[in-house]
């Protein structure tokens, strides 16, 4: 974020300067002007930057776990009545990630200059998401700042919970797939070239299967720079094209279809959806308001796209539940759950129920996966290496033949 310096005068004419930052000189202008200071002139400010082993890590994505424990204690300090400025002060010195330590510095430097928390938090995007940032605005603008941070705590712990599920059940097969991909290109660049040494000795025409995994072990050696490059460059473009509009939202419609884990895709949108929304209405946040955050924050573009339609659609003065059902992402019984909810004014509790309900689904789900996935990996790396072995062996049973005749 860049950096202005600034100098103003307060409502008795005294001199006012300093640093500050900000997104914009408009944005600086207007926190100046709501701390009643009337501007003299606003410039931007070259930072210098110098590595140092102090810094370092100070910058990249605060991790959940950072996250819940600042707000859990943050949310303990407010309510046992500690002021605002000196409960980040304690943080600062409480946190030990040299990056997350910083930024909370920052923002109590902002607030002891006359800013809201909300907006020291949203200064820091590769910390605090819209929704973080959007919970404390409406927990100061109620005075319940203690027991929205609290249940944002919870909110973030069922949330990476969740991620941590997600991820047990992928990296086993990816691991599995990526070793028999290694096992088998080891096979063929080192090890098949020594039996064509072999038969070439014996003499006499190879089996079918034998002369073609020689032919593909030869490929491979004698093109070896040619087919590494493509396939580097093949990654290459695919993840470059999957960074794209249209691409990302060809790979997050797959995501939610695939075999297999696109059930756990499925169940982890509609979970993950059903707790920030509740999460934010029951915060006080405006229904409008949190269905934007929650198109930010749904990690899918399929699933932004239904809940960008169901902010149209409440816009317009219609229901939620219609333009759910349309999307084809949420299953009925969610469309109806919510129906419910938005009918009998429990729309906060029955998106909980929802949450909790899928929560308990993806946790069955990744089991069952797990143990459904561990037996076919094993059995795709036999089958992969016991199809080279027998291709190389078929020669030497041939021969054991002949020469038993």
Same mark, same amino acid.
């Given at each position: 974020?860049?950096?202005?310096?600034?100098?103003?005068?307060?409502?008795?004419?005294?001199?006012?300067?300093?640093?500050?930052?900000?997104?914009?000189?408009?944005?600086?202008?207007?926190? @100046?002007?709501?701390?009643?200071?009337?501007?003299?002139?606003?410039?931007?400010?070259?930072?210098?930057?110098?590595?140092?082993?102090?810094?370092?890590?100070?910058?990249?994505?605060?991790?959940?776990?950072?996250?819940?424990?600042? &707000?859990?204690?943050?949310?303990?300090?407010?309510?046992?009545?500690?002021?605002?400025?000196?409960?980040?002060?304690?943080? $600062?010195?409480?946190?030990? +990630?040299?990056?997350?330590?910083?930024?909370? !510095?920052?923002?109590?430097?902002?607030?002891?200059?006359? !800013?809201?928390? +909300?907006?020291?938090?949203?200064? +820091? /995007?590769?910390?605090?998401?819209?929704?973080?940032?959007?919970?404390?605005?409406?927990?100061?603008?109620?005075?319940?700042?203690?027991?929205?941070?609290?249940?944002?705590? &919870?909110?973030?712990?069922?949330?990476?919970?969740?991620?941590?599920?997600?991820?047990?059940?992928?990296?086993?097969?990816?691991?599995? %797939?990526?070793?028999?991909?290694?096992?088998?290109?080891?096979?063929?660049?080192?090890?098949? /070239?020594?039996?064509?040494?072999?038969?070439?000795?014996?003499?006499?025409? @190879?089996?079918?299967?034998?002369?073609?995994?020689?032919?593909?072990?030869?490929?491979?050696? +004698?093109?070896?720079?040619?087919?590494?490059? !493509?396939?580097?460059?093949?990654?290459?473009?695919?993840?470059?094209?999957?960074?794209?509009?249209?691409?990302?939202?060809?790979?997050?419609?797959?995501?939610?279809?695939?075999?297999?884990?696109?059930?756990?895709?499925?169940?982890?949108?509609?979970?993950?959806?059903?707790?920030?929304?509740?999460? @934010?209405?029951?915060?006080?946040?405006?229904?409008? &308001?949190?269905?934007?955050?929650?198109?930010?924050?749904?990690?899918?573009?399929?699933?932004?796209?239904?809940?960008?339609?169901?902010?149209?659609?409440?816009?317009?003065?219609?229901?939620? %539940?219609? /333009?759910?059902?349309?999307?084809?992402?949420?299953? /009925?019984?969610?469309?109806?759950?919510?129906?419910?909810?938005?009918?009998?004014?429990?729309?906060?509790?029955?998106?909980?129920?929802?949450?909790?309900?899928?929560?308990?689904?993806?946790?069955?789900?990744?089991?069952?996966?797990? %143990?459904?996935?561990?037996?076919?990996?094993?059995?795709?790396?036999?089958?992969?290496?016991?199809?080279?072995?027998?291709?190389?062996?078929?020669?030497?049973?041939?021969?054991? $033949?002949?020469?038993?005749?």
């Amino acid at each position: 974020m860049p950096t202005f310096r600034y100098a103003a005068k307060d409502m008795t004419g005294r001199a006012v300067v300093g640093v500050l930052d900000s997104a914009d000189e408009r944005s600086l202008a207007n926190l @100046l002007r709501q701390q009643k200071l009337i501007i003299i002139s606003i410039r931007p400010e070259a930072k210098k930057t110098a590595f140092s082993f102090k810094n370092f890590g100070a910058k990249g994505k605060i991790k959940l776990p950072e996250l819940v424990l600042f &707000s859990r204690q943050f949310a303990t300090m407010i309510d046992s009545g500690i002021p605002l400025v000196q409960a980040l002060e304690i943080l $600062t010195d409480q946190i030990d +990630h040299p990056g997350f330590k910083k930024i909370i !510095a920052e923002i109590k430097k902002d607030v002891s200059t006359g !800013a809201t928390f +909300h907006e020291a938090l949203a200064k +820091h /995007p590769q910390a605090f998401s819209p929704l973080f940032v959007n919970m404390a605005k409406a927990g100061e603008s109620s005075g319940a700042l203690d027991d929205i941070m609290e249940r944002l705590a &919870s909110y973030l712990e069922k949330t990476d919970s969740l991620i941590r599920k997600v991820r047990s059940a992928l990296i086993y097969p990816i691991v599995v %797939s990526v070793m028999a991909v290694l096992i088998t290109l080891v096979l063929m660049l080192k090890v098949v /070239p020594v039996f064509k040494s072999i038969f070439a000795d014996f003499g006499g025409k @190879l089996p079918l299967p034998t002369m073609i995994l020689l032919s593909i072990s030869d490929f491979l050696i +004698h093109y070896f720079l040619l087919w590494f490059g !493509a396939a580097i460059v093949g990654i290459f473009l695919i993840a470059r094209f999957f960074k794209t509009e249209v691409g990302a939202t060809l790979l997050d419609g797959y995501k939610l279809n695939m075999p297999v884990f696109g059930t756990i895709f499925r169940k982890v949108a509609v979970s993950k959806f059903s707790r920030t929304l509740a999460t @934010l209405v029951k915060s006080g946040v405006p229904i409008l &308001s949190a269905l934007e955050i929650v198109s930010k924050t749904a990690g899918n573009r399929v699933v932004e796209k239904a809940v960008n339609n169901v902010r149209i659609s409440i816009r317009e003065g219609e229901s939620i %539940s219609e /333009p759910l059902m349309k999307s084809k992402v949420f299953p /009925p019984l969610v469309v109806r759950m919510i129906s419910v909810g938005e009918k009998t004014g429990e729309l906060e509790k029955m998106l909980s129920k929802i949450a909790d309900f899928y929560d308990d689904q993806v946790d069955a789900t990744v089991s069952g996966i797990t %143990s459904l996935i561990e037996p076919l990996v094993i059995s795709f790396l036999g089958i992969i290496i016991g199809t080279i072995v027998i291709c190389m062996f078929l020669p030497i049973f041939k021969l054991s $033949t002949l020469v038993g005749a």
